[in-house]
């Protein structure tokens, strides 16, 4: 089968909407404290990838001075007015993980995008938590045109005194039908199919999603596609695993810059082989954009890196 990559490789200017965390991370004992969330991980990735990048968010004054890699990265901000800034405690156990999360900061408003959605090609959504984004902004990027993925963990959870547990969120209908992407990870999205008492196939059509990645840990996940294809891909070892917080939000950012969707051929394309893939033998993987009249990496779905 041929696959055309038509993600971010067209587009130059991306906008990442999500809370920017102060995570505590405790893991085999040890306590750590660092800057976090979805505008962290994937703001800082898209911009090591070359493309135009801003976050909007909301981070409390006092904190601000955590997150200057952002302006260190070249990442414009466009932070909003909040008294705390959300703060995560991950729990971290090989692939288990359970949160706490104390304190929030006040949601991201449609408001906030008044300037930064300008010559925007491609909005990020990383919602920690259900109340992060409001609803309006949800519905704000689909009429204006422009390309919109989603990593759904923040509508698949719910905040009970402060424990973060499963649940579906009422916003995700909203921000379903304003995506093309979505990334979860394997319990995620089932937790979403057994909610709305759906197949994969079934909601994809439903919200005319072209893609779903699928993510499982060390065992790796797979890349549904919208015409029932699954392309499988293997986890990477690594020889010392040190901190796994943010890893889903790194990967999720670097396959969107090759999002695989089947097209027909076409001439001028570049062609790579596609090494791995959940049925036998190779394919052939399409690129335009950046990429065209160039040479082009070899891309590999078993052990994507920044």
Known sequence: MTFLFVGIDRMNHVLVIGSATI???????????????AVTYAG??????????????????QDAALFR???????????????TTTMFVNHVDGDERWQEMPVRATPITSGQLQYAIRGVDHI???????????RGLLRLAPRKGIWVTLDVQGYVRRVEKGKVRPGISEDLHEALLACTVI?????????????YQMGIDELMNAYKLSEIVVTNGSEGGRVVLMSGEAVSYKAQRVNQVVDTTGAGDVFFCRISRFTVTPAPQCQGCVQARRPHSSKAGSGTIHSRGLFEGRDLEMV???????
């Open 69 to 83: 890699i952002l302006r260190q990265q070249d990442i414009q901000l466009f932070n909003g007015v909040t008294k």
């Open 124 to 134: 990020h959504l990383g919602p920690l938590h259900p109340l992060d984004i409001e």
């Open 300 to 306: 590999e779905l078993e052990g994507l890196r920044l």
């Open 183 to 195: 990334s979860a990870e394997r319990t995620e999205l089932q937790v979403i199919l057994d909610a």
């Open 23 to 37: 995570d505590r991370v405790e893991q085999r004992g040890i306590s750590a404290v660092k800057m976090g969330g």
């Open 44 to 61: 800082i990735t898209f911009r090591k990838h070359g493309l135009h990048t801003a976050v909007v968010s909301n981070i409390a004054t």
